[in-house]
């Protein structure tokens, strides 16, 4: 067999894999022929993901130029925002696999830990036609572990005390997995529960919230992580996977009313199961690649009546809830190399149906009253064409179409409600020019859509919406130039970019209840009215030396509405800055650092008005010791200077912790 040297998707296909330790089978590129780099994707490891103390997910990824962490603490989860556009216009692949909640796309990505995780891919404005529909604002795929060995593994063990050294949180996490001559097998184990945290001591007590330790901040999450793979010929694997995820939470009290309504909430459960199968064929000059999927999401929600948080009554605003909700899918994609062309052919399948049960208050017997039903088709052809030695088009299109299927709920007015389609073609090109071995300039624009959720369509939100099921896509145009530049141990990039999005949603008043500040009685809208800019510089700075490195990232980001309406979007930085250092002391001891910044995010208060966020900055440092090669201890401090902040003004962040963290490798 002739070799082929490509890159992206392909190489990982074609050519033998530079990153053992990754689940290649669950890893989608924009293809490129021109070198064996990632032409767009930037990607967080294992070993930054831990550097970094990064638990979750979205602390991972908060650490990327042009990614922000968002803390809800309205709903008690944690979300991300690429470029300014928010986690239901974003695409959330787990090795390939799409894993949103099919009624509203919305995701906890605070549930998800990080110790089973070798590296995550992100996409911003260029991204592969393979991963389907819904990629507006980027695309974030989470790749698994693949052992490279007869045996290895970890054990880890991480705990956090407060400020006072009480018992916090403890994350346990087992990895092991099995590499033999036809099979592999990859088992990853976690558990994590957060008695509490404590706020910072600059915090100033309310009626719903003292000082010291944050009531209600309890959670629990455990998830196994089972994959096995069979080798049928030298080019030809099959990977079986299954995740199996259970949490709890709790809803803290809001601290200021002005901007969150008091509302008595948690969670009893919040599960999530994914089964998947991989394969993948390759050929002398070809591929084809193929996986199907389950995936089954469970949650519960209680609204209490008061404090207490064990009784109900009468009124709307009590109630227990449960979703089932469940998507099942497939993708196919092929790509062959044909003269200086790298094509690449691809079909997604996805159904997501929706259930919603009201539980009664008195003997928890459950009433079906919503149903909803979607079928999402998406079609994509990409090409990689090799002009010369050093300079690369790219282009790419798909066509997108999401079908209601079914629509139910137990208010008789949506009898014969509408069905509506959303269809949609995005076209993509870009050139890449590697002008020598260490510099790379890039220039792309990319048409991309958020087809609207259920939830958009359809959801009453308990009394306060009105449903427009003819709510029709969001479009977004993204423009981006970059520059990237190695420089010894110096590694820069800088990239500007705009993103133009038309008929974006917004929520609209159609009657007001005549009360300042009392939106109660208020009835909304969701309709296409928009249109808002979004534009932005990332620059990116890393240097790494024998025994020094160091680096960072800061985001300007302008969301500009340009619309004849006041709406703001909200949650999102106007500037934020992340950097951190580490120093290698001995061959066994090294001290690191890390400082965050952010600055000017709006927030919506109750009276509809909008403010900004306050500047905050926090500081983090630990001592990294490495007695043995397959054994470290880490001893650390997060918010060293207890700085009182929040994401949410009504939800404050915790205030200093310190932690332990064991690791040993076998």
């Known amino acids: 067999m002739k070799k082929i040297v490509l890159s992206g998707v392909v190489a990982a296909v074609l050519v033998p894999s530079l990153y053992a ?116 604002g980027g695309v974030i795929n989470v790749i698994s572990k693949k052992p490279t060995k007869a045996l290895e593994g970890s054990v880890r063990s991480h705990v956090v005390f407060d400020s006072d050294v009480g018992f916090a949180k403890q994350v346990s996490a087992l990895n092991v997995g099995t ?113 199907l999927y389950y995936d089954r999401f469970k949650n519960s929600l209680y609204s209490y009546a008061d404090d207490t948080y064990s009784t109900f009554n009468s009124k709307g605003f009590t109630f227990k809830s449960k979703y089932d909700d469940y998507s099942y899918g497939a993708r196919l994609s092929y790509g062959t190399e044909i003269g200086k062309h790298l094509l690449t052919l691809s079909a997604n399948y996805k159904t997501d149906v929706h259930r919603g049960y009201d539980i009664d208050k008195t003997d928890s017997t459950t009433t079906m009253i919503e149903k909803y039903e979607d079928r999402t088709l998406s079609f994509g052809v990409e090409d990689a064409y090799r002009l010369s030695d050093q300079l690369e088009l790219l282009g790419g299109i798909s066509y997108d179409r999401k079908e209601g299927e079914y629509a139910y709920d137990e208010d008789s007015a949506t009898a014969g409600i509408p069905l509506g389609t959303q269809d949609t073609c995005n076209p993509q090109i870009a050139l890449v020019y590697k002008a020598d071995a260490s510099s790379i300039y890039r220039a792309s624009i990319a048409r991309k859509t958020y087809l609207t959720s259920m939830k958009d369509r359809y959801s009453r939100r308990l009394g306060s919406a009105e449903p427009n099921p003819d709510l029709e896509s969001e479009k977004s145009t993204h423009f981006e130039l970059s520059y990237d530049k190695k420089i010894d141990n110096t590694q820069i990039g800088i990239t500007g970019f705009i993103a133009r999005v038309d008929d974006a949603i917004q929520n609209v008043l159609l009657s007001d209840s005549g009360t300042p ?95 900004i966020n306050p500047t905050f900055t926090t500081l983090d440092a630990k001592v990294v010791y490495t007695p043995w090669e397959d054994l470290t201890a880490e001893f650390g401090i997060k918010n060293i200077t207890d700085k009182y902040y929040a994401y949410d003004s009504a939800f404050p962040m915790p205030g200093r912790e310190f932690f332990v963290t064991m690791e040993y490798k076998f």
């Open 21 to 136: 330790e990754v689940f290649e089978l669950g890893k989608i590129n924009v293809a490129s022929k021109l070198n064996e780099e990632r032409v767009f994707e930037e990607t967080t490891t294992e070993e930054t993901i831990q550097r970094d103390n990064a638990v979750t997910v979205s602390e991972a990824l908060d650490n990327l130029s042009g990614v922000t962490q968002e803390i809800q603490g309205g709903r008690a989860e944690s979300t991300l925002y690429i470029r300014g556009f928010d986690a239901r216009r974003i695409g959330f692949f787990i090795d390939s696999v799409p894993v949103y909640v099919p009624y509203d796309g919305n995701f906890d990505y605070g549930r998800f830990l990080t110790t089973d995780i070798a590296e995550i891919d992100v996409s911003k404005g260029y991204s592969s036609v393979a991963y389907g529909a819904n990629t507006m």
């Open 179 to 291: 590499l033999q001559e036809n099979y592999y097998i990859q088992l990853g184990a976690n558990y994590a529960n957060q008695d509490h945290f404590r706020l910072s001591d600059d915090f100033e007590p309310t009626a719903y919230q003292p000082s010291g330790d944050r009531l209600r901040s309890e959670t629990k999450d455990q998830k196994v992580n089972l994959k096995a793979g069979y080798f049928i010929d030298a080019n030809t694997e099959l990977a079986l996977g299954y995740i199996n995820q259970k949490g709890e939470k709790q809803q803290p009290p809001a601290t200021d009313t002005t901007f969150s309504k008091e509302k008595y909430w948690d969670w009893p459960y919040w599960d999530k199961e994914t089964v998947y199968l991989n394969g993948q064929k390759t050929f002398d000059h070809s591929y084809l690649k193929a996986v």
């Open 517 to 611: 500040g009392d939106t109660k009685d208020d009835l909304f809208q969701n309709q296409n009215i928009g249109e808002f800019e979004h534009r932005g510089i990332e620059l990116d700075l890393n240097y790494q030396g024998e025994s020094f490195q160091a680096g960072g990232n800061y985001t300007y980001l302008s969301l500009v509405n340009k619309s004849d309406n006041d709406a703001k979007l909200t949650d999102v930085p106007k500037h934020q800055l992340f950097a951190y250092v580490q120093k290698d002391l001995t061959p066994n001891l090294s001290l690191y650092g890390n400082v965050k910044m952010r600055k000017g995010a709006y927030e919506q208060k109750m009276d509809r008005t909008y403010v």
